[in-house]
């Protein structure tokens, strides 16, 4: 076998939307309104939920973490993207790249794991009000979204390294407007296979295991609903789990199609746009309209 040639990349070219000057031109305003108009949102959840008492509940705590996780994941890329949307030089260091694909993982990952937790919580407080301040204590709390956010981060920064210990040969053009760890593999000139093996067994136990958490929370909670004879309390219960369904769908349905796309077919325009659909214009701040 021949010896692989571990030419030193110092930097990656971001593609992104290369070639499409006038998308360029129509994404950077729509991006960067989206984009502030997201850190308004959530700041404003987040000093809303530590400066009124009343909202120092668990349901508003994982709120605070979910407006935390938007904050961080869409600041990992958008601020750069949008230079890069300006800029004829679209490249990152290797350092920025293995730092915004580490955070972007974990941001993502303990996202997934969040609106796991926010469906059991939704479930104890409709099936189980009673039992609710009980089973639902502030040290719960903790423990739930701490146990998320590590091992989350653990499980992403294994992923980049791994990653970014593979030889790259000097391949440095990465068809994307971010350093998505697929992406960054499909440049690799060594041995993906165990890579490919650990996103795998991440996905299955990140995606399709909460979903599947999710969707028999969600149904309990149908279930026991109709089994209330009161109008207004219908309404009450599906008034406060209807936001969280709509970040739901929305946020595994892009996720789901992203994962789903054949790993031999060519990135499109169409994929990123999907990306920004997912990363910059996910509306979680809708989340405050719960009750």
Same mark, same amino acid.
């Given at each position: 076998?021949?010896?692989?040639?571990?030419?030193?990349?110092?930097?990656?070219?971001?593609?992104?939307?290369?070639?499409?000057?006038?998308? $360029?031109?129509?994404?950077?305003?729509?991006?960067?309104?989206?984009?502030? *108009?997201?850190?308004?949102?959530?700041?404003?959840?987040?000093?809303?939920? *530590? =400066?009124?008492?009343? @909202?120092?509940?668990?349901?508003?705590?994982?709120?605070?973490?979910?407006?935390?996780?938007?904050?961080?994941?869409?600041?990992?890329?958008?601020?750069?993207?949008?230079?890069? @949307?300006?800029?004829?030089?679209?490249?990152?260091?290797?350092?920025?790249?293995?730092?915004?694909?580490?955070? #972007?993982?974990?941001?993502?990952?303990? $996202?997934?794991? %969040?609106?796991?937790?926010?469906?059991?919580?939704?479930?104890?407080?409709?099936?189980?009000? =009673?039992?609710?301040?009980?089973?639902?204590?502030?040290?719960?709390?903790? =423990?739930?979204?701490?146990?998320?956010?590590?091992?989350?981060?653990?499980?992403?920064?294994?992923?980049?390294?791994?990653?970014?210990?593979?030889?790259?040969?000097?391949?440095?053009?990465?068809?994307?407007?971010?350093?998505?760890? %697929?992406?960054? @593999?499909?440049?690799?000139?060594?041995?993906?296979?165990?890579?490919?093996?650990?996103?795998?067994?991440?996905?299955?136990? @990140?995606?399709? *295991? !909460?979903?599947?958490?999710?969707?028999?929370?969600?149904?309990?909670?149908?279930?026991? &609903?109709?089994?209330?004879?009161?109008?207004?309390?219908?309404?009450?219960?599906?008034?406060?789990?209807?936001?969280?369904?709509?970040?739901?769908?929305?946020?595994?349905? &892009?996720? &789901?199609?992203?994962?789903?796309? !054949?790993? #031999?077919?060519? *990135?499109?325009?169409?994929?990123?746009?999907?990306?920004?659909?997912?990363?910059?214009? &996910? !509306?979680?701040?809708?989340?405050?309209?719960?009750?």
């Amino acid at each position: 076998m021949e010896p692989v040639n571990r030419t030193e990349v110092s930097e990656f070219f971001l593609k992104g939307f290369s070639g499409y000057l006038a998308l $360029e031109r129509l994404l950077f305003p729509l991006c960067s309104a989206v984009y502030l *108009v997201s850190l308004l949102g959530n700041t404003a959840i987040l000093v809303v939920s *530590v =400066l009124d008492s009343h @909202l120092h509940t668990p349901m508003y705590f994982f709120l605070g973490n979910l407006s935390i996780l938007d904050i961080w994941y869409t600041s990992t890329f958008v601020p750069l993207m949008l230079v890069h @949307l300006l800029s004829a030089r679209k490249t990152i260091s290797f350092l920025g790249c293995t730092i915004q694909m580490c955070l #972007s993982l974990s941001t993502g990952s303990t $996202e997934c794991l %969040l609106l796991a937790i926010m469906a059991y919580d939704r479930y104890l407080a409709i099936c189980w009000p =009673l039992r609710y301040p009980v089973i639902m204590s502030h040290q719960l709390c903790l =423990l739930l979204a701490g146990a998320a956010w590590v091992l989350c981060l653990f499980k992403s920064v294994t992923e980049t390294v791994m990653a970014m210990r593979l030889p790259f040969c000097g391949h440095h053009v990465v068809s994307h407007f971010t350093c998505e760890i %697929l992406a960054v @593999l499909r440049l690799a000139c060594g041995d993906t296979s165990v890579n490919e093996g650990f996103l795998l067994v991440g996905a299955i136990l @990140l995606l399709p *295991v !909460p979903l599947a958490f999710i969707c028999l929370s969600y149904t309990l909670i149908l279930a026991t &609903t109709l089994r209330v004879p009161s109008a207004a309390g219908h309404r009450k219960a599906f008034s406060t789990c209807s936001a969280q369904l709509s970040v739901v769908l929305l946020f595994y349905g &892009t996720v &789901t199609c992203m994962h789903l796309k !054949p790993k #031999s077919r060519a *990135v499109s325009v169409s994929d990123e746009a999907f990306t920004v659909l997912h990363a910059v214009a &996910t !509306p979680r701040r809708t989340l405050s309209s719960t009750a």
